[in-house]
């Protein structure tokens, strides 16, 4: 499959403020506890968890650590799943729903205390709104604030209207939303490179462009790049939308979504007081949403446009110009300094799939959207199985996930279709 587009026109690219120790590509044969594929948040997590468990880390990425979604994502935080609590409640009943959601609100702790524990340069700010652009949202928003107070006891959800509204997303386009102080918004790149950063210095030996090309199952598990061969206690798969044929089990769960943002050039003071007064990153309730925050340079930072087939929709830049002109007409003129695109792996249900497979393989993925803190979160949970103590992974892993339908050829045109009924429903 095409890649979205290149990483090299990320504004994060550009403003990466974290060094990393050497992390050479990998020859010859080796021999670890765990062996962590992929260097995104969930397998940059995973190894520095492992590590401070004592156990001996190798982690191979295929390309540069941060290079898929993590180091190119909008950067917003928030406690929740990418889908409602109401189908986690359905589906395991409202305990177990509960004790998701609350670990949901430690991923975003887990995510702070990182951050400030390992001195990470990465813009971290708090407030979130969630904006309603019909009738329809603000029904939802409502039941939705309710449902978490009643059944999460979760009372940080607050309305907002008018002024009240206008304060914090100053934008004639919306009808009200919904303010949650603890949502919190960074910049994703210097915090993967940050939690990559600390796993060295716990002991992780990290080996950039080493694409793990084949995984031989047994006791030891044995994977193989095109110069070197690892053996391992466990292996950790933390690839996620880039998993492409490595594991064609776990492939027909998630689906890669390409997902578009763009950056503009630093706004003026004015510029960002008729845009996000107050910092707060944002995103609307359409089904494909606009979502957008502003930059530690005063950018903002705005992503909302998808792709099934991996290629970069038409005219992409002026669509998602002409949108940020029409949310915020102050920024009309801005110029566009950056375009940029990467893969979202989503699951048909939108719940993350966590699991283990042949006794020693773990993996964590299909965040469907909102894996900023849940990628993290997925690295403790794994460290804590591995180490004997599974009951939190399991409680994730217990949600049943199903093939996307259609098989190979005909999952993208099916997901389309239903995209479309979704987006249709929107404009009602
Ligand atoms: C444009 C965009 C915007 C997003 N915005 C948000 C947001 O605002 N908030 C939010 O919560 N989530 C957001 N997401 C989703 C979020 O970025 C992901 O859920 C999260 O980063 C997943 O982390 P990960 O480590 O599991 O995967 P990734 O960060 O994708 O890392 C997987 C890594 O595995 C490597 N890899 C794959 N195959 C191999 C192999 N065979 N050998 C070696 N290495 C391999 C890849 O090179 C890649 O670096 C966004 C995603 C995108 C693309």
């Known amino acids: 499959m095409q890649q979205a587009s290149a990483h090299s026109e990320s504004l994060y690219r550009d403003t990466t403020q974290v060094t990393l120790a050497a992390a050479p590509?990998?020859?010859g044969s080796h021999r670890v506890d765990v062996c962590v594929v992929g260097g995104g948040v969930t397998g940059c997590s995973a190894a520095l968890h492992l590590a401070e468990r004592g156990y001996r880390v190798k982690l191979l990425e295929a390309r540069q650590i941060g290079?898929?979604?993590?180091?190119?994502?909008?950067?917003?935080?928030?406690?929740?799943l990418g889908v409602g609590m109401d189908l986690v409640k359905r589906e395991l009943g409202l305990k177990t729903a509960q004790q998701i959601w609350e670990m949901t609100r430690e991923a975003v702790d887990l995510t702070e205390d990182r951050i400030q524990r390992h001195a990470i340069p990465c813009d971290w700010k708090s407030g979130y709104v969630?904006?309603?652009?019909?009738?329809?949202?603000?029904?939802?928003?409502?039941?939705?604030?309710?449902?978490?107070?009643?059944?999460?006891?979760?009372?940080?959800?607050?309305?907002?209207?008018?002024?009240?509204?206008?304060?914090?997303?100053?934008?004639?386009?919306?009808?009200?939303?919904?303010?949650?102080?603890?949502?919190?918004h960074f910049h994703p790149l210097n915090y993967t490179l940050g939690l990559a950063r600390a796993?060295?210095?716990?002991?992780?030996?990290?080996h950039e462009e080493t694409p793990v090309s084949a995984i031989e199952h047994g006791d030891p598990v044995c994977v193989r790049t095109p110069t070197a061969t690892v053996e391992a206690n466990f292996l950790v798969l933390?690839?996620?939308?880039?998993?492409?044929?490595?594991?064609?089990?776990?492939?027909?769960?998630?689906?890669?979504?390409?997902?578009?943002?763009?950056?503009?050039?630093?706004?003026?003071?004015?510029?960002?007081a008729a845009t996000l007064p107050q910092d707060d990153a944002v995103a609307d309730a359409n089904f494909v949403l606009d979502y957008y925050k502003l930059s530690g340079d005063k950018r903002l930072v705005y992503g909302g446009q998808v792709s099934y087939n991996g290629r970069e929709?038409?005219?992409?830049?002026?669509?998602?110009?002409?949108?940020?002109?029409?949310?915020?007409?102050?920024?009309?003129?801005?110029?566009?300094?950056?375009?940029?695109?990467?893969?979202?792996?989503?699951?048909?249900?939108?719940?993350?799939?966590?699991?283990?497979?042949h006794g020693n393989v773990y993996f964590a993925h299909g965040?469907?959207?909102?894996?900023?803190?849940?990628?993290?979160?997925?690295?403790?949970?794994?460290?804590?199985?591995?180490?004997?103590?599974?009951?939190?992974?399991d409680l994730f892993a217990r949600m049943r996930h199903r093939d996307f339908p259609g098989g190979r050829l005909l999952r993208t045109p099916l997901l389309v279709l239903a995209t479309t009924f979704y987006r249709l429903r929107d404009l009602i």
């Open 25 to 27: 590509p990998l020859d």
């Open 67 to 80: 290079w898929g979604a993590s180091g190119r994502s909008g950067g917003h935080v928030l406690p929740g």
């Open 130 to 184: 969630h904006a309603a652009i019909t009738r329809r949202h603000v029904r939802g928003y409502r039941e939705w604030i309710e449902e978490m107070a009643h059944d999460y006891g979760y009372d940080e959800l607050h309305w907002l209207e008018g002024e009240a509204f206008r304060a914090h997303v100053n934008s004639g386009y919306y009808v009200g939303g919904v303010h949650e102080p603890a949502g919190r």
């Open 199 to 206: 796993a060295q210095e716990a002991g992780v030996e990290l």
């Open 238 to 272: 933390g690839c996620n939308a880039y998993l492409e044929e490595l594991d064609p089990g776990l492939r027909s769960k998630i689906m890669p979504v390409g997902n578009y943002m763009i950056a503009t050039e630093p706004l003026t003071a004015a510029q960002v």
């Open 313 to 357: 929709p038409p005219r992409l830049r002026q669509r998602m110009e002409a949108k940020i002109a029409h949310l915020f007409p102050a920024l009309r003129t801005a110029r566009i300094d950056y375009t940029w695109g990467g893969w979202v792996g989503i699951t048909l249900n939108r719940f993350p799939h966590f699991g283990r497979r």
């Open 367 to 393: 965040y469907s959207g909102q894996g900023m803190a849940l990628a993290g979160l997925a690295g403790r949970l794994v460290a804590e199985a591995i180490s004997g103590q599974a009951e939190r992974f």
